[in-house]
T-cell receptor, first 109, second 119 residues
Framework: KNEVEQSPQNLTAQEGEFITINCSYSVGISALHWLQQHPGGGIVSLFMLSSGKKKHGRLIATINIQEKHSSLHITASHPRDSAVYICAVRGGGADGLTFGKGTHLIIQP | GAVVSQHPSRVICKSGTSVKIECRSL??????MFWYRQFPKQSLMLMATSNEGSKATYEQGVEKDKFLINHASLTLSTLTVASAHPEDSSFYIC???????????????FGPGTRLTVL
């Protein structure tokens, strides 16, 4: 069973700061997801990665398959980015996800 | 983009009641849907994998007789919590992977979740 570790668990930053959230996992995967969960519970899929780097707006996600590590970056952070960010990994194509415990991000104005 | 709906979004029931939660993929077909559970301040945990036309696969520790899963079509999976008890109170969320060209992709789309409170 894959162990997924995220850091930090909690992060408070000022608006405009560059944010980095890290994720490491223990067993090889077919894909890694970065998810955003808002207070109501709903989950939005931000990225799905199997290699390299992806960018969407102010969000950047990278993955290093050899090191079993991924990072999520937020540039020019804004209070509306405040949420829980969750890293999740998938073993095979038909497997369910294994989740990290999430990073609770608060961006203060 | 692809949309997954869940119904109901919130349910409050008495202990001993059975509760059915529906998960629908609205604009794509999914042979596989996943059911997850999240207790307060904890991470999401996979409960079971729902396969269209066959029995669900349950994760270790999840009682199949208590959490009944039916994946009757390529767009609908249901989770029934049988004889719910207060310890079953949780946030239940489903996800689905689109079926494209006959292969299961890695993309997953999440439903908005169902918050179950058992009194």
């Amino acid at each position: 069973k894959n162990e997924v570790e995220q850091s930090p668990q909690n992060l408070t930053a000022q608006e405009g700061e560059f944010i980095t959230i890290n994720c490491s996992y223990s067993v090889g995967i077919s894909a890694l997801h970065w998810l955003q969960q808002h207070p109501g519970g709903g989950i939005v899929s931000l990225f799905m990665l199997s290699s390299g780097k992806k960018k969407h707006g102010r969000l950047i996600a990278t993955i290093n398959i050899q090191e079993k590590h991924s990072s999520l970056h937020i540039t020019a952070s804004h209070p509306r980015d405040s949420a829980v960010y969750i890293c999740a990994v998938r073993g095979g194509g038909a497997d369910g996800l294994t989740f990290g415990k999430g990073t609770h991000l608060i961006i203060q104005p | 983009g692809a949309v997954v709906s869940q119904h109901p979004s919130r349910v409050i029931c008495k202990s001993g009641t059975s509760v059915k939660i529906e998960c629908r993929s609205l604009d794509f077909q999914a042979t596989t849907m996943f059911w997850y559970r999240q207790f307060p301040k904890q991470s999401l945990m996979l409960m079971a994998t729902s396969n269209e036309g066959s029995k669900a696969t349950y994760e270790q520790g999840v009682e199949k007789d208590k959490f009944l899963i039916n994946h009757a079509s390529l767009t609908l999976s249901t989770l029934t919590v049988a004889s719910a008890h207060p310890e079953d109170s949780s946030f239940y969320i489903c996800s689905a992977s689109p079926l494209t060209t006959g292969a299961v992709t890695d993309t997953q789309y999440f439903g908005p979740g169902t918050r179950l409170t058992v009194l």
